[in-house]
């Protein structure tokens, strides 16, 4: 009879034990699934996509809204034998120029991602900044315009297109609160997102949101100029 020969067990990697972990008690993979330390392709474009996929849900249901708030100030007024013209005040035109400014140097900051690593950080957190501050002085600017109409005599509920006014504009407001508050936590990690272009999808995501609230805002007014 012939001896049996028992297959040779391969050696472990210096620094790998048998469970496949090494010197740190963690796998040679990282917690999207990849190897080598860097983060797995496949893992990552599905979470771009679900980014991606939930912003667009979210603008669908913000633009349903809108589109209901519409239909009801076309109804309201077709039907209104009280219906009276509200002024728009001039500061809203200024507004419009700031948020579409905003939009402009957001679009500075996301590009300014593309240069050198080392001063790509520096350009974007500048320019993110400035976006920053744009959107709160049209923040600021709306809360002069609705001032105005309150020195006017002109409330939420004096007739049925301040209301309307009062309620497309807040709501707009409000959205665009959201957004500023996407823009802050971008800020805070700004030296993060610039040094790991696999992250910048935050970044893409919240310009997609700020660039839409620039125009629904431009639709509110030419609504409201029409309509109002």
């Known amino acids: 009879m012939e001896p049996v020969v028992a297959p040779v067990k391969p050696e472990t990697p210096a620094g790998i034990d048998n469970l496949g972990r090494n010197g740190d008690g963690f796998g040679g993979g990282d917690r999207f699934g990849g190897g080598g330390g860097g983060p797995d392709s496949r893992g990552w474009a599905g979470s771009v996509r679900v980014y991606r996929t939930g912003m667009w ?19 309201r007024k077709g039907i209104s034998n009280d219906w009276v013209a509200t002024a728009l005040p001039r500061v809203l035109w200024l507004n419009t120029a700031v948020l579409i400014a905003s939009s402009v140097t957001f679009e500075f900051s996301r590009r300014s991602l593309a240069g050198d690593p080392s001063f790509s950080a520096r350009r974007f957190s500048r320019w993110l900044y400035v976006t920053l501050a744009l959107g709160l002085a049209f923040i600021a600017g709306q809360l002069i315009a609705w001032r105005e109409l309150a020195s006017r005599g002109v409330y939420l509920a004096t007739n049925p297109s301040s209301s309307f006014f009062y309620l497309l504009t807040g709501a707009h407001g409000l959205h665009l609160l959201g957004g500023i508050v996407a823009l802050f936590y971008v800020a805070l990690r700004a030296r993060q997102l610039a040094l790991a272009p696999a992250k910048r999808v935050v970044v893409d995501v919240t ?5 839409f609230m620039d125009a629904l805002w431009i639709y509110i007014l030419l609504l409201l100029t029409v309509r109002s």
Not at 57 to 75: D, G, K, N, P, Y
Not at 207 to 211: D, E, K, P, S, T
């Open 207 to 211: 310009a997609i949101y700020w660039h």
């Open 57 to 75: 849900m979210a603008l669908a249901a913000i633009v349903m809204l809108f589109a209901a708030f519409t239909s009801a100030l076309v109804v």
